[in-house]
C-alpha cells in the first residue's frame, strides 16, 4: 500500500490536462500530507468538502483504498477512468484494489493498462511481477 502513496504525486500531473480544475493546489497538498501521514479519514473529509474534479477523485480513491473501502474506492477511481482513461495514479490504484479483493481477473488487467500507459522500467518491471504472480494465483 505504500506504493500508493508514492504514486499519489503523480496526481499533480492530472491538473494541467484538465481545463478549469477547481481543486486548489494547497487542498490537494493538504490531502496527500494527510494521507501520507496516515490519516486517511481526515483527507476523506477535507475532499469530500472540495469541488468535484479528477484530482480530488483520484484523491478520494487512495484515501479509501487505505482505509480498506473498496466499494467507495472503486467509484472514485472508476470516476477518473470515465473522464481520463489514460490516468495511470488511477490504473495502478484499481490493480492493487482488485489485488487486495483477491479479484484476480480485474487487477491483471488494470495492471496490463498500467504496462501499456507507463515509460517508466521500474513500473514496468513491477506490473510485469504483479502479472506474473496473479496468473499463477489465478490457476
Same mark, same amino acid.
Given at each position: 500500500?505504500?506504493?500508493?502513496?508514492? %504514486?499519489?504525486?503523480?496526481?499533480?500531473? +492530472?491538473?494541467?490536462?484538465?481545463?478549469?480544475?477547481?481543486?486548489? %493546489?494547497?487542498?490537494?497538498?493538504?490531502?496527500?500530507?494527510? +494521507?501520507?501521514?496516515?490519516?486517511?479519514?481526515?483527507?476523506?473529509?477535507?475532499?469530500?468538502?472540495?469541488? @468535484?474534479?479528477?484530482?480530488?477523485?483520484?484523491?478520494?480513491?487512495?484515501? =479509501?483504498?487505505?482505509?480498506?473501502?473498496?466499494?467507495?474506492?472503486?467509484?472514485?477511481?472508476?470516476?477518473?477512468?470515465?473522464?481520463?482513461?489514460?490516468?495511470?495514479?488511477?490504473?495502478?490504484?484499481?490493480?492493487?484494489?482488485?489485488?487486495?479483493?483477491?479479484? =484476480?481477473?480485474?487487477?491483471?488487467?488494470?495492471?496490463?493498462?498500467?504496462?501499456?500507459?507507463?515509460?517508466?522500467?521500474?513500473?514496468? @518491471?513491477?506490473?510485469?511481477?504483479?502479472?506474473?504472480?496473479?496468473?499463477?494465483?489465478?490457476?
Amino acid at each position: 500500500m505504500k506504493r500508493v502513496a508514492r %504514486v499519489f504525486l503523480a496526481v499533480f500531473a +492530472i491538473s494541467s490536462a484538465v481545463p478549469g480544475n477547481c481543486l486548489s %493546489v494547497q487542498d490537494l497538498y493538504s490531502a496527500m500530507n494527510l +494521507i501520507n501521514e496516515g490519516k486517511y479519514s481526515e483527507a476523506v473529509a477535507l475532499l469530500e468538502s472540495s469541488p @468535484d474534479s479528477p484530482e480530488r477523485d483520484l484523491s478520494l480513491g487512495i484515501a =479509501f483504498l487505505h482505509l480498506g473501502r473498496y466499494g467507495d474506492a472503486e467509484k472514485w477511481l472508476n470516476r477518473v477512468i470515465e473522464v481520463l482513461p489514460g490516468s495511470l495514479p488511477a490504473r495502478y490504484s484499481l490493480a492493487m484494489l482488485y489485488e487486495n479483493r483477491k479479484d =484476480f481477473k480485474k487487477a491483471i488487467k488494470q495492471w496490463d493498462k498500467v504496462l501499456s500507459l507507463t515509460d517508466s522500467d521500474a513500473l514496468r @518491471d513491477l506490473a510485469l511481477k504483479h502479472i506474473k504472480t496473479l496468473e499463477r494465483m489465478k490457476e
